[in-house]
């Protein structure tokens, strides 16, 4: 249920699953809240899923099941998602391919017909035709071409839920993704500390980890720094209710995660936790409430001695303290805000030695504190992100920041990735409540915009159509309840395998397993070697089915028998096609994918280029194997010797234009045999299985079929290899005129 709270003592909540706060939120029962007001900050609200950490307080029902924002979120869910970017091309390529199909073969057996053929031998003609036009083995190898880039994707920790989803994050021209767990390691750390007189100190370490230098001007400090640092430490620890025990991993943390966070602070300078504690045990306490904004520790130290022990919100304590300028430090304290660090003040006064009751610690006040230095805390980024987004606008795909965050330590994060720079970047979760009202600038000013802060996960979902609206494929990122939508409404959701929620998973295509943006860089590369390798079973495919329509197209207008039967037709596909193309989908990624523009969301499969290369290479090896069949007519073959002949020529020709297909852009020369050794096995097998039939008694009957000469070897070979040497000179070509534009 969603509750309202009508009353509260000390009330925190930890809602990051469905805000993307990533710190603890302060909960009171006396705040008003205006219907506007974003998710992260209903002070006085409490969300199914959510967990309160600290505090107790009586609340009233306000919302069960659907009507909760977290059922919301699943009524999300249930609306239909986006077809993967690589079924949309593949879906309209087929429709295209079958319709081209049906008019050539139509054509083809108009012509048949015309010239006197019977309608038996035209009617297997035409399904010979119509298997050579449509290759019944791209979608096994297809299928395959996904299938190696999954098992690849997964050696890079990025697992895919759906196979057409492979190719999506090659496709992709935006990520939006979610900052806390993602871009940064979602563990509130230590890592600025301003010392009175002494300055800002820079801490080492992130998260959990116990070393980290303490850093002033860019060196190591001096003996005395640590040693104030230490005292710092000293009071945070006592004034502090968590444990730590680093032996037992995340069974041995417990408490509020600043309070994690200051004790890791400790052991980073030098200090005992447990030890401390030991000697100097706690006589009384002010525990944290939203109203203080402090919370004080009273101990007995050695000796007897006792001292207040105070830390809280720098605001609060600073005016009681007695050993600065006020004005130096709250600027202090303010600039350290402004950069997305939550700060907090700690300060320490000696008590007077009479035994003190319970609260004794706020019997004289605050008045006479030493502040002993100020603290910065920020989930901060993992070490492989500023390189992953450096690497994702190398590739042309363009990182945007979605977080529940506030702006200010948004655009802190985003500063350092390098994904924004000035707070015009940043677009806040209320200016999107009125996104629909406002007019087409306004819009542009949403896919403009790199960071969105203080988003709720409606507002995740009108970013992702907004963008969609612009003509870009989308993928998300993220861990949480609240990202399930987006991820679900995007081109490509990817949701987090160690810290997300099962509903991001089930919500999402691909899942990282180590939560690593940097592998969300693996998985475009991959993609784009996946799509590359289905481009290239096609090329394959397409390019040998026109070349043989163009032989019977221009023996059949010429007045040339058929240059091929219908059974030596379907023999050439399942030797050639049978093994090429799934070894094809075998290819290894090429080099130099990332530095590749990503593709047009509107762009075929069948592009411009494509359509030049199967036209080239389709017409060549077809007119060169109709001429070839003329020829050797034209010398007095019988027509059983020159279709004997022009079988094995299509056979090579087809081995040979194997090659050109490696790559679309690289020479064939270029790429190593040990880049594909199934290629060259596959290659090898066609010949020797073609060359094999034509031993075999029986098969070779069947097929029409008969040993060639090594002379007639002689003058096949050199006639197949020129497709190798046509297609090079365009590849040439096309990259001269890439460097001239």
């Not at 297997?124 to 190898?141: K, N, Y």
């Not at 001292?307 to 050993?323: F, Q, S, Y």
């Not at 990182?399 to 350092?416: N, P, Q, W």
């Not at 030797?575 to 130099?592: F, I, S, Y």
Request: aromatic share 4%.
């Amino acid at each position: 249920a969603d509750l309202r709270i009508i009353s509260a003592v000390d009330v925190q909540a930890d809602e990051s699953m469905l805000t993307g706060e990533s710190v603890p939120v302060e909960k009171r029962a006396t705040e008003a809240i205006a219907e506007a007001t974003a998710l992260a900050d209903r002070a006085n609200m409490l969300y199914a899923g959510t967990n309160l950490q600290r505090g107790h307080c009586e609340s009233v029902v306000v919302a069960t099941g659907r009507a909760t924002e977290i059922g919301r979120i699943a009524q999300a869910l249930e609306e239909p998602s986006t077809a993967p970017p690589l079924k949309r091309r593949l879906d309209r390529f087929m429709r295209n391919l079958g319709a081209v199909s049906l008019l050539l073969v139509a054509g083809i057996v108009c012509l048949q017909l015309l010239a006197g053929a019977s309608l038996r031998d035209t009617f297997f003609l035409a399904v010979a035709l119509a298997v050579s036009i449509i290759p019944e083995g791209m979608p096994v190898a297809i299928t395959i071409a996904l299938s190696a880039a999954t098992r690849r994707m997964a050696r890079r920790n990025v697992i895919v839920r759906h196979l057409p989803a492979v190719e999506g994050l090659g496709a992709c021209t935006v990520v939006a993704t979610d900052k806390t767990g993602t871009l940064t390691i979602n563990r509130l750390t230590a890592k600025r500390v301003w010392l009175p007189g002494r300055g800002l100190i820079e801490v080492g370490g992130s998260g959990y980890e116990l070393a980290g230098e303490f850093t002033l001007g860019g060196a190591a400090g001096p003996l005395e720094l640590r040693k104030a640092i230490a005292t710092l430490a000293r009071t945070s620890t006592l004034c502090n209710d968590a444990s730590l025990d680093p032996a037992l991993g995340a069974a041995g943390r417990s408490g509020d995660t600043v309070d994690l966070a200051f004790l890791v602070l400790a052991i980073k300078a030098g200090i005992d936790p447990d030890e401390l504690r030991r000697n100097a045990p706690r006589v009384g306490e002010v525990p944290f409430a939203a109203e203080r904004r402090f919370a004080a520790s009273l101990n007995r130290h050695a000796g007897g001695a006792l001292e207040l022990h105070v830390k809280g919100a720098p605001e609060v304590l600073i005016p009681h303290c007695r050993n600065l300028d006020h004005g130096e430090a709250l600027g202090a304290a303010h600039r350290i805000a402004v950069a997305g660090y939550r700060v907090m003040a700690v300060a320490s006064k000696p008590m007077p030695a009479a035994a003190p009751e319970e609260r004794a610690p706020l019997k004289d006040g605050l008045a006479g504190l030493t502040l002993l230095g100020l603290v910065g805390f920020i989930d901060p980024l993992r070490p492989e992100a500023r390189a992953a987004v450096a690497d994702c606008r190398r590739a042309g795909v363009a990182v945007k920041m979605v977080t529940g965050d506030h702006a200010a330590t948004a655009l802190a994060i985003a500063r350092e990735l390098g994904i924004a720079q000035s707070p015009e970047d940043v677009v806040v979760g209320v200016e999107l409540v009125r996104l629909p009202e406002l007019d087409a600038e306004a819009q542009a000013r949403v896919v403009r915009a790199s960071v969105f802060a203080r988003v709720e996960p409606s507002q995740k979902v009108q970013i992702v159509d907004a963008l969609q609206a612009a003509g870009h494929f989308v993928a998300v990122t993220g861990d949480g309840v609240n990202d399930a939508p987006a991820l679900h409404r995007a081109d490509l959701g990817v949701a987090m395998g160690r810290s997300g929620t099962d509903v991001a998973r089930a919500a999402a295509d691909l899942v990282l397993a180590d939560d690593n943006f940097a592998s969300v860089v693996a998985g475009i590369e991959e993609g784009r070697a996946a799509y590359a390798n289905i481009r290239k079973v096609i090329y394959l495919s397409i390019s040998t089915g026109a070349a043989e329509v163009a032989v019977f197209l221009l023996s059949i207008l010429s007045g040339l028998p058929v240059p091929l039967t219908a059974i030596q037709l379907l023999w050439l596909n399942l030797v050639t096609n049978g093994g090429q193309d799934v070894a094809l989908a075998l290819e290894r990624r090429e080099p130099g994918l990332l530095e590749r523009p990503p593709r047009a969301p509107n762009e075929p499969i069948f592009d411009r280029l494509m359509i030049r290369e199967n036209t080239i290479s389709g017409i060549y090896m077809g007119t060169v194997a109709y001429a070839f069949f003329a020829w050797a007519l034209a010398q007095g073959w019988s027509e059983f010797e020159a279709r004997n002949m022009l079988l094995f020529l299509m056979v090579a020709f087809e081995n040979a234009h194997v090659f050109n297909c490696r790559s679309e852009t690289h020479s064939a020369f270029s790429i190593p045999f040990r880049n594909n050794w199934y290629l060259m096995t596959a290659v090898a097998a066609a010949q020797g299985v073609h060359i094999g039939a034509a031993f075999v008694p029986g098969l070779r009957d069947v097929l029409q079929i008969a040993p060639i000469s090594p002379a007639a070897w002689l003058m096949l070979v050199p006639i197949a290899a020129s497709v190798l040497a046509v297609m090079e000179i365009d590849k040439a070509l096309r990259r001269r005129q890439a460097r001239r534009a």
